[in-house]
């Protein structure tokens, strides 16, 4: 387990810097992020806003924030070292201010606790100024589906 883990872990830093379109998660292929940074416990994502990210006042959906911190926590647990994959049970999201078309946000997610069956994380998207567009935690659990079969 903890080497795949490792193994997993070098695979996404080799993507630093690159367009996150060829991940297992369709959902997360079309929101197109680059990779800023990973670790086993933090992860960092960066996406542009496009005009189909946004409701009709043309700021981004809250949906589409929804999507974007729950792909990064997803893509920050998938590395955390369990054998198993993890999906999430709850995702509780505050939105603090709009997104713009044309902005970059930066998704960042840090792993609070690990456990045997359940994780937790917290993630929160900032604007380049540094002002908070959302904020989530979210729970992860174990599944019976091991990264193995799926050829993980």
């Not at 997993?8 to 297992?24: D, R």
């Not at 999507?67 to 993890?86: C, P, Q, R, T, W």
């Not at 999430?88 to 960042?108: H, K, P, R, Y």
């Not at 998207?125 to 993980?152: C, M, P």
Request: net charge neutral; proline share 1%.
């Amino acid at each position: 387990m903890e080497n795949t883990a490792n193994q997993l872990l070098e695979l996404f830093k080799s993507q630093i810097g690159k367009t996150l379109n060829k991940t297992p998660s369709a959902a997360g292929n079309w929101l197109g992020g680059k990779l800023l940074h990973v670790d086993s416990h933090h992860i960092q994502v960066s996406y542009v806003v496009r005009a189909d990210m946004c409701n009709p006042g043309r700021i981004l959906h809250g949906g589409v924030a929804s999507l974007m911190l729950d792909e990064v926590i997803g893509l920050g647990n998938f590395i955390a070292g369990s054998e198993y994959l993890m999906t999430s049970i709850n995702l509780n999201v505050d939105f603090l201010s709009a997104a713009q078309i044309g902005e970059t946000l930066e998704v960042g997610a840090k792993l609070v606790r690990s456990g045997s069956n359940l994780n937790h994380w917290e993630a929160v998207i900032r604007k380049d100024s540094g002002k908070i567009v959302a904020k989530a935690s979210s729970n992860l659990i174990k599944t019976h589906v091991k990264l193995s079969e799926l050829g993980f």
